[in-house]
């Protein structure tokens, strides 16, 4: 451990995590229910406002990889890194808005994106989106664990291990008999406190380590690469991945989906752009720590990237900076570690237990114990995980690709009515198949091989864009931008794209995925699907004890017993 580097005693450390978890806690106390229902406990009964949405939104997109992932590109990649990082983050949030209308338009009442799924296409359709979103969620909370870990071992004598163990501890205190409502509380209030805090801190660490004349004497120490603002390095092995891999996040991520079925729907559209503009102004500034660190040569502590912004923060701040700086971070992975588990419990409640064990016929007590249950068991194995200590940015790449599997084939059926379950769970399959042969280069990537993954990589960057522009467009531009960027794709990649394999395989979900739903479709038999059968298939499991009877207020609300009939 370096002694030039600030420690705070194990006593301080300790209470700093109490005040803060516990302060949560009693927060939550003010909204708990003597009986909590189901239906809050998933997505708040679909009435979370605009100021709520939004802080809960942009706090849950500000993770703890927003913090190290950022800095750690600033830091490899140099002056474009914050921005491949910060600002395509930023416009993914835009992207999911208009995909985001329509799955609300389909299905009003729904707490995950797997219910309507299963509305479309029945059970294995729905499972494959669900299996995703647990190994999305539950890697996002290694994430978040490692980070609180990392954080502790180096500002205190306490063990990266003990520092897992409180921040799971913690964020499961708070969140397990709530659920949904508890995250999106503590959201508001840590986001107010992280952007508060992050105004001071990163100028602070700026100046302390001599402000833009430093800055810009260190420019020397990078490379032409890390210099160049549009480096293709940079882009190729770090914009144009995270690009397509928080695409996939966007469509794939239970946390985001379940936050865009709790807003009133009025306030969808400025619950997203508020979200995009606060997310990208954040995270481009803490990139650029990263790359005040690069610029004075500072070496990672341990070699750890993970250290990288305690070491600096740490090294260069008095020990009340140092202080807010622990909270923010805190604040910061909690605020995702608890909207994990709120997904994870809401897909074992509504995708596993309500719509597959239950068979329509859920009882929502047994549900909120489903859901309390996975918590419990999520967090254990978060901490398990998360001892592994793993590289952050590689897992966050690698979680995104594997996501980017299901996007087309999840849009596709949402706006076309002739995808059918078997083209929706072959193209899957395949994709995720392909994906793992071209990212750990099961077979060689040269000549015919190498050839076809940068065929369906070119397909892939043309989905991509297609599915841009289509989302705010149309479905002609759409078609039009699609082959355009195919054709380009085809023309300046092949032969190229071979020596990328993590910007290969990724594109390569996208494109084998497309691919083979479009075929089998165009191929089916099957009749057309009416989409207006989604939303009588996805009902609410509780009883609303705000809205009158069927009986006495025909057409106005629909009694718990006909819509779970409808569910069957």
Not at 49 to 71: C, D, E, L, N, V
Not at 551 to 563: L, N
Request: hydrophobic share 55%; proline share 3%; net charge neutral.
């Amino acid at each position: 451990m370096n002694s030039d580097l600030h420690q705070f005693s194990t006593l301080t450390v300790i209470l700093l995590l109490l005040a803060f978890y516990g302060g949560t806690y009693l927060m939550t106390l003010t909204i708990r229910k003597k009986k909590e229902d189901a239906d809050a406990f998933m997505v708040s009964n679909h009435r979370v406002g605009f100021g709520m949405g939004a802080a809960s939104m942009t706090a849950t997109w500000i993770w703890a990889a927003s913090f190290y992932a950022a800095a750690t590109s600033g830091y490899t990649y140099g002056v474009s890194g914050p921005i491949h990082y910060g600002l395509w983050g930023a416009l993914m949030i835009l992207f999911i808005y208009p995909f985001g209308r329509r799955f609300r338009k389909l299905a009003p009442n729904a707490h995950t994106l797997g219910e309507l799924i299963h509305a479309r296409h029945g059970s294995s359709s729905q499972l494959i989106l669900a299996l995703s979103n647990v190994l999305g969620s539950v890697i996002s909370l290694m994430v978040n664990f490692t980070a609180a870990g990392a954080l502790v071992s180096v500002l205190s004598p306490l063990s990266f291990q003990a520092g897992v163990i409180i921040a799971g501890a913690g964020v499961l205190l708070y969140t397990l008999w709530s659920g949904f409502r508890a995250s999106v509380l503590t959201d508001f209030a840590q986001l107010v406190a992280l952007m508060a805090i992050a105004i001071l801190i990163i100028p602070a660490v700026f100046f302390a380590m001599g402000g833009p004349s430093e800055l810009v004497a260190g420019l020397d120490n990078l490379t032409t690469e890390q210099a160049n603002f549009f480096s293709m390095d940079a882009i190729l092995h770090q914009g144009a991945p995270f690009f397509v891999a928080v695409l996939a996040y966007a469509i794939g991520n239970q946390t985001i989906s379940q936050r865009l079925f709790a807003v009133n729907e009025a306030h969808i559209k400025p619950t997203f752009l508020t979200a995009t503009v606060g997310y990208g102004a954040i995270v481009i500034g803490l990139g650029m720590i990263g790359l005040m660190a690069l610029t004075l040569g500072v070496q990672p502590l341990d070699g750890n990237m993970n250290n990288l912004i305690p070491q600096m923060v740490s090294s260069y701040l008095p020990p009340v900076f140092i202080a807010l700086f622990f909270i923010l971070v805190i604040g910061s992975l909690s605020s995702t570690a608890d909207s994990d588990l709120s997904a994870l419990s809401a897909i074992m409640m509504a995708d596993v237990y309500g719509k597959n064990l239950a068979r329509g016929k859920a009882d929502p007590r047994r549900m909120l114990l489903v859901g309390r249950l996975t918590m419990i068991v999520a967090t254990m194995v978060g901490i398990v995980f998360a001892s592994f200590s793993l590289d952050i940015l590689v897992m966050l790449v690698f979680v995104g690709a594997l996501w980017g599997a299901i996007v087309f084939p999840v849009i596709a059926s949402c706006f076309w009515s002739r995808v059918t379950n078997q083209a929706f769970t072959t193209s899957v399959l395949v994709a995720m198949v392909l994906f793992c042969v071209a990212r750990f280069e099961l077979l060689p990537l040269d000549g015919g091989s190498g050839l076809f993954f940068e065929l369906l990589a070119s397909i892939g960057g043309g989905v991509i864009i297609g599915l841009m522009a289509f989302g705010f467009l149309g479905r002609t531009a759409g078609f039009i931008a699609a082959a355009l960027a195919t054709v380009a794709m085809l023309v300046f990649a092949t032969g190229f794209l071979r020596e990328y394999t993590v910007l290969l395989a990724s594109l390569t979900a996208y494109g084998a995925s497309t691919l083979v739903c479009v075929v089998m479709s165009l191929m089916s038999r099957q009749p057309e699907f009416d989409f207006a059968t989604i939303g009588e298939r996805v009902g609410d499991y509780d009883t609303p004890r705000d809205k009158p009877s069927a009986s006495a207020d025909k057409g106005k609300a629909i009694p718990a017993a006909t819509r779970l009939a409808a569910q069957r």
